[in-house]
C-alpha cells in the first residue's frame, strides 16, 4: 500500500474505478448496424441509431451473452431479470435524448478480481455490478469553426459500464485492476480492450482520507481517462491536489473532473449542484430482459480457461514462478505463445527465454506476440538446442539475435555458423591448459586464495573456444586442473 | 355523395370481386368525396396519385386473382403512422416536411392485403388531444351538427386525437381509417361520430413505424363504419413484429367468424364504480339500455367492482407525459424536421423546440420531465405505476365473474370547437372511461348505440380479456345488431 506522504501525515488513496467496455459483437445494443472501428463518419447508422420517428429499439441477443459471460468471468452474480432504463439528457450526439442503461436492476451482480502485485502479493477487489448501456456519438468541433458535426457510428454500439468497489490504494493497482480486468475480457472474447480506439475507457474516483482512518472523505470523478498510464498519472496528480486542500484546511469539493493530457491535470467539469438530472426511468420499449438459468449455465460451460486459472496450472504443470507465471499469463497470446513453446520441452527453460529474450525483442521491434518475427516453433527449437546441450545458453542468445535478423531456424543458424557447442574434453582440456601456462602468475594468485579469478580463467577459455565450450565441462575441468 | 362510398367495406369487397365496380372506381368516388370534404380538415395530406397508383394495381391483382384481404379498400391513414415517401407530421409543426423513407409495420400489411391510401389524417399534435383541437394544421371538424341551440350554430369536434379518420368515415370520405389509440383516442372519436372504434390488446398490432406518444399505452387500431370491417381490418393490422419488443407472439383469429354468433350466457360485467359523479342521465340511460339489448340476446349481465377505476386519469396523466416527454426528447432540429438556429446547441434546441411544438405538448412534457424528476419520481411515477399495477388487479378479478364489460365510451357526445378549451382538466376527463384500459393493456371497443338529446351519436364501451378479442367482436356484433345504429350526419361527401 502506498501513501502520500503530505506535509502533516500520510495519507490513503481510496480508488474506485468504472471502466466502460465496448461489447465485441457484430451489430450494436439495439440496432443491426455495424460496429466496425474505422469506418466513414455515419456509415454504420440505423434508423433506429438516429432515432428516427417510430423507430424501435430490439435487444441484440450476441451483446447480452458477451456481458453474461463476462460477469461469469468476474466470478459475479448473475441477474435473471434486469430492466433497461432511459437515461434522458440532450446532447447532439445522443439522437433519442436519452441512453438506455441499466439503472436500478443490472445484469451482473456482484464480482471480483484478483490483482497480482508487482511484490509477488495479490488483492482481491470487489465488482459491484456490470450493466450494459448504450454508446453515444461522437461531436467533432474540429471540422468547421462555427458548427459541431456528429459522427453516429459509436451511437447505439453495446458498452458493459464495470464498477469496482472503492477498494484500491494505489495508481499501481489502478492498474494491475485495468491490466487483469482487460486480460479477462480479451480471454473470453467479450471485449478487445483496445484503449486507444476508445473500445475501454475509464474513470476513477478517488478520495483521501488519513492513514488508519475508516471513514471515507469526499470524492471526486475523474471522466474519460483513456490509458492505463494517464489513469496512475491522473491518480498521482489528483491524490496530491486533494491532500494539499486538505492539509490547506480546505475542503474537497464533490465534482466531475476531466484529465487534461497536455498539461498533465485534473480540471473541474461540473460540480454535483451542477450534475444532470437524468430522470431515469424504466424503458417502455423494451420489456425486462429475462434469462433462463439454463442458458446462463451453458455460456458457463464454453468459458475458457481464465488468467487465474491459467496462472496457477503454470505453475503447477511446468514449475514455473508466480511472477513468471503472471507475466505470462497477462495476454492471452503470450500463454498460448508460451505453451507452444513449452509443450514436451523445459517449461522453466521455456518461460524464461519467453519472458526474456523473446518480450525484449519484442518490445525493441514494437511488435506484439501476434506479428512476432520468430514463431513459437522456431523459438521451441531454439530450446531444444540448449536443452540437449549442441549450444549454450549464451550462444543462443546470439542465434536468437540472427534468427530476428535473418527469419532463419535455429539449428540451420548453429551449422552455418560452425556454433555447436564443443564438449569434446580433449579439446577443452587442451584450451585449459594452454591459458593456465600462459597466465602462471594468475594461477598463483588463485592458489594463494584469490578465488575471484576462477571467472577469469573461464572467460579466457571462452574467448580462445569462441564461446563454444560447454559451460559445465569447463566448469569442471578447470576446477579440477586449479586445484590439482 | 355516391353509393361507392356509403357502403361498408365488407360490402365493397363483395363488389369488388363480383365485379360490380373496380378498385379505380372506388378511389375515384373517394377521392371526389375527400376533395368534396376538404372544409372539414380531416386529411393533412392528400395523396390521390398514390391512390389511383394503388387502385390500378389492386385491380390488376384482383383479375390475376391474387386478390389481398382488402384489396381496392380505400383508406385513411392517421398522419402518426409513418408512410414511405409520404410526408408524416403528427399534426406537428417540428415534423416539418418530414418525409419517412419506411413504411410502418401496420401500414405495410393494410398494403400488402390490398388497402388503398387516399392521404394522411388530421390528429391531436402527437396523439395529445381528445378533439383534434391541438393539431398544427387545424382542428378537423365533424360532419355531425347538434340540434340544441348552442352546438347547432358552432362547429364540432370529432373526437381526439383521431379526429381527422372518424369525421373522413363518418363523413363517407374514407371507407375505413386507422387510428391510434393512447387513452380512448379512437374509442372515442369513434363515438362522437357514431361510428366503431377498436383499440385492440397492447401488443398486437406493432407499434413500429408509428411516432411514438406513449410507448406502454400507444395502439393502433381499425376505425370503420361497422363491427364486421373493424374485425376484418384488424385481422390485417395485427400480427407479432419482431422490430416491436412489446408485441406478442400471438395467433391473430379470424375474428369475422365471431360475429353474429350467439350471445347466449355470456356474461357481461357492469362496473358499478363507472358511475361517476356527473355522469348525465342521458348517458346512464343509453349505458342500461345497451345492458339491456345484451341481456336480451342472451348474455347474463352481472356486477363487478373496479374499485381502483377512480384513479386511472391521475395514473394516466403521470404516465403518458412521462413516457412522452422522453419520446419526444429526439425532436431537437439536429437530424430531420424543423430546426430553429440559436447561438449555440441549447439556444438551438429551445428555439426548435418552442416554435415545433404546441402548447398541449409543451405543458405535457413539462408535466412529464416534473414527474421523472429527482425527489418527484417516488411520489409520482412510482406510485402511479402501483396504482396501475392496481387497476390491473381489478380487472383480472373482474374477468372472473364475467367474459366482457359494458360501459359508456364517453362521458358526452361532441363538444364544440372552443368548448372546455381553457381548461385541460375538463378535456381530460373525456377519457375517464377510456382510459383504464390502456394502462393495463385491455382490449376495447365503441359500437355507436343511439343519439343524444342533441341529435349527437352516443357510442357504448366493450371491454375484453388480453387477447380476447373474439369475445369482443362476438358481443360487439350482438349490440350493434341490437342497437341497430343507422343515423347519418348531416354531412355526407358529395352530397
Known amino acids: 500500500m502506498a501513501y502520500v506522504q503530505g506535509q502533516t501525515g500520510e495519507w490513503e488513496m481510496v480508488i474506485g474505478l468504472e471502466v466502460h467496455a465496448q461489447v465485441t459483437s457484430n451489430a450494436k445494443l439495439f440496432s443491426g448496424a455495424a460496429t466496425e472501428f474505422g469506418a466513414a463518419p455515419n456509415a454504420q447508422v440505423s434508423l433506429v441509431d438516429a432515432a428516427f420517428p417510430g423507430m424501435l429499439p430490439v435487444i441484440n441477443g450476441k451483446c447480452v451473452e458477451q456481458a453474461v459471460r463476462t460477469g ?34 443490472p445484469i451482473v451482480g456482484k464480482g471480483e478480481i484478483v490483482l497480482d502485485l508487482a511484490d509477488g502479493t495479490s488483492r482481491t477487489i470487489g465488482i459491484t455490478r456490470l450493466h450494459l448501456e448504450q454508446d453515444a456519438g461522437k461531436s467533432m468541433h474540429d471540422q468547421s469553426p462555427n458548427e459541431t458535426y456528429v459522427d453516429l457510428n459509436r451511437a447505439g454500439v453495446a458498452l458493459m459500464e464495470i464498477v469496482s468497489e472503492p477498494d484500491m490504494r494505489s495508481g499501481e493497482e489502478a492498474g494491475a485492476y485495468l491490466k487483469k480486468l482487460r486480460a479477462i475480457m480479451r480471454y473470453l472474447g467479450t471485449c478487445d480492450g483496445n484503449m486507444e480506439e476508445g473500445s475501454m475507457r475509464c474513470d476513477v474516483n478517488l478520495s483521501m482520507r488519513r492513514k488508519g482512518d475508516t471513514k471515507l472523505g469526499t470524492r471526486c470523478e475523474i471522466k474519460n481517462v483513456n490509458s492505463i498510464r494517464f489513469v496512475q498519472q491522473a491518480i498521482e496528480f489528483e491524490s496530491h491536489r486533494q491532500v494539499e486542500l486538505l492539509e490547506g484546511g480546505n475542503v474537497v469539493k464533490q465534482e466531475t473532473r476531466l ?75 503470450s500463454a498460448d505463445f508460451f505453451e507452444a513453446v513449452a509443450k514436451g520441452r523445459d517449461g522453466k527453460l521455456a518461460a524464461n527465454w519467453v519472458t526474456g529474450e523473446f518480450f525484449g525483442a519484442l518490445n525493441k521491434l514494437g511488435k506484439t506476440v501476434n506479428d512476432s518475427p520468430v514463431s513459437a516453433q522456431a523459438l521451441g527449437e531454439l530450446v531444444d538446442l540448449i536443452s540437449n546441450q549442441t549450444i549454450s545458453n549464451r550462444i543462443a542468445k546470439d542465434v536468437f539475435e540472427a534468427m530476428l535478423e535473418t527469419g532463419k531456424g535455429a539449428a540451420a543458424l548453429v551449422e552455418e555458423k560452425g556454433l555447436r557447442q564443443v564438449t569434446d574434453l580433449g579439446s577443452i582440456e587442451k584450451s585449459i591448459d594452454e591459458i593456465l601456462t600462459a597466465h602462471a602468475d594468475k594461477v598463483a594468485e588463485y592458489k594463494s586464495g584469490k578465488d575471484k579469478l ?31 | 355523395m355516391s353509393d361507392l362510398t356509403d357502403i361498408s367495406v365488407t360490402e365493397a369487397l363483395v363488389g369488388l370481386a363480383g365485379k360490380k365496380f373496380s378498385a379505380v372506381e372506388l378511389a375515384k368516388a373517394h377521392i371526389a368525396a375527400m376533395e368534396s370534404a376538404r372544409a372539414l380538415n380531416a386529411f393533412i395530406t392528400e395523396t390521390p396519385k398514390l391512390a389511383m397508383k394503388q387502385a390500378i394495381e389492386s385491380d390488376a391483382r384482383r383479375a390475376a386473382g391474387r386478390a389481398g384481404a382488402m ?99 363518418a363523413g363517407r370520405f374514407a371507407m375505413a381509417a386507422t387510428g391510434t389509440d393512447t387513452g380512448g383516442s379512437i374509442r372515442q372519436p369513434a363515438s362522437f361520430t357514431g361510428i366503431v372504434g377498436m383499440k385492440p390488446t397492447y401488443g398486437r398490432c406493432s407499434r413500429w ?40 407472439d400471438q395467433a391473430v383469429p379470424d375474428f369475422v367468424t365471431a360475429l353474429g354468433t350467439s350471445i347466449k350466457g355470456m356474461k357481461i360485467g357492469i362496473p358499478r364504480e363507472y358511475r361517476i359523479d356527473g355522469i348525465s342521465a342521458e348517458i346512464d340511460n343509453l349505458w342500461q339500455k345497451g345492458a339491456a339489448m345484451l341481456r336480451d340476446a342472451g348474455a347474463e349481465i352481472v356486477e363487478i367492482s373496479l374499485p381502483h377505476t377512480k384513479y386511472s386519469l391521475a395514473v394516466y396523466y403521470i404516465i403518458a407525459p412521462a413516457e412522452a416527454s422522453s419520446n419526444l426528447a429526439r425532436y431537437d432540429g439536429v437530424r430531420y424536421g424543423l430546426r430553429v438556429p440559436g447561438e449555440n446547441l441549447i ?49 383480472e378479478e373482474a374477468f372472473k365473474k364475467c367474459d366482457a364489460i359494458l ?38 371497443i365503441s359500437v355507436p348505440v343511439g343519439l343524444g338529446s342533441d341529435g349527437l351519436p352516443l357510442g357504448l364501451q366493450l371491454i375484453g380479456r388480453a387477447f380476447d378479442e373474439m369475445t369482443l367482436f362476438k358481443a360487439a356484433s350482438a349490440l350493434e345488431k341490437a342497437a341497430n345504429f343507422n343515423h347519418k350526419p348531416p354531412f355526407m361527401a358529395g352530397t
Open chain 2, 71 to 169: 384489396d381496392g379498400i380505400p383508406l385513411g391513414i392517421k398522419d402518426l403512422y409513418c408512410t414511405k415517401d409520404v410526408r408524416t407530421t403528427a399534426a406537428s409543426h417540428i415534423l416539418g416536411e418530414f418525409t419517412p423513407t419506411y413504411e410502418s409495420t401496420v401500414t405495410q400489411k393494410l398494403f400488402d392485403a390490398g388497402c388503398v391510401m387516399l392521404g394522411k389524417t388530421n390528429l391531436d399534435e402527437f396523439a395529445m388531444g381528445s378533439s383534434n383541437i391541438t393539431s398544427y394544421f387545424g382542428p378537423a371538424i365533424s360532419p355531425w351538427s347538434g340540434k340544441d341551440p348552442v352546438k347547432a350554430n358552432r362547429k364540432l369536434v370529432p373526437g381526439g386525437s383521431s379526429g381527422g379518420s372518424s369525421a373522413a368515415v
Open chain 2, 347 to 395: 439556444n438551438m434546441y429551445e428555439n426548435t423546440r418552442a416554435e415545433g411544438f404546441g402548447k398541449e405538448v409543451r405543458r405535457r412534457i413539462l408535466i412529464g420531465t416534473y414527474v421523472l424528476s429527482a425527489g418527484y419520481y417516488d411520489a409520482y411515477y412510482l406510485k402511479a405505476q402501483k396504482v396501475r399495477r392496481c387497476i390491473r388487479n381489478d380487472f
Open chain 1, 454 to 484: 576462477f571467472g577469469f580463467f573461464v572467460g579466457q577459455v571462452m574467448k580462445t573456444t569462441g564461446g563454444k565450450a560447454n559451460p559445465a565441462v569447463l566448469n569442471e575441468l578447470l576446477k579440477k586442473k586449479l586445484n590439482s
Open chain 2, 209 to 248: 413505424g408509428i411516432v411514438a406518444f406513449a410507448s406502454s399505452l400507444d395502439q393502433a387500431g381499425p376505425m370503420t363504419r361497422t363491427v364486421a370491417d373493424a374485425a376484418l381490418m384488424l385481422r390485417v393490422m395485427a400480427g407479432f413484429d419482431s422490430k416491436d419488443s412489446t408485441s406478442v
Open chain 2, 407 to 444: 360501459t359508456p365510451t364517453a362521458p358526452s357526445t361532441a363538444f364544440a370547437i372552443g368548448e372546455k378549451q381553457d381548461d385541460p382538466i375538463q378535456m381530460y376527463l373525456n377519457d375517464v372511461f377510456t382510459v383504464p384500459l390502456n394502462l393495463v393493456g385491455l382490449p376495447g
Open chain 1, 72 to 105: 461469469l468471468g468476474l466470478q459475479a452474480e448473475i441477474n435473471l431479470v434486469s430492466v433497461f432504463d432511459r437515461k434522458n439528457y440532450f446532447y447532439a450526439d445522443l439522437p433519442p435524448g436519452y441512453q438506455i442503461s441499466q439503472y436500478k436492476n
Open chain 1, 259 to 333: 484529465w487534461d493530457t497536455t498539461k498533465g491535470e485534473t480540471r473541474a467539469m461540473r460540480s454535483k449542484e451542477e450534475a444532470h438530472d437524468y430522470r431515469y426511468f424504466p424503458d417502455p420499449d423494451l420489456l425486462p430482459l429475462k434469462l433462463d438459468q439454463k442458458w446462463v449455465n451453458d455460456i458457463k460451460m464454453t468459458l475458457p480457461e481464465l488468467p487465474d486459472q491459467k496462472k496457477d496450472r503454470f505453475i503447477r504443470d511446468y514449475g514455473l514462478k508466480s511472477y513468471d507465471a503472471m507475466v505470462l499469463v497477462a495476454e492471452r497470446a
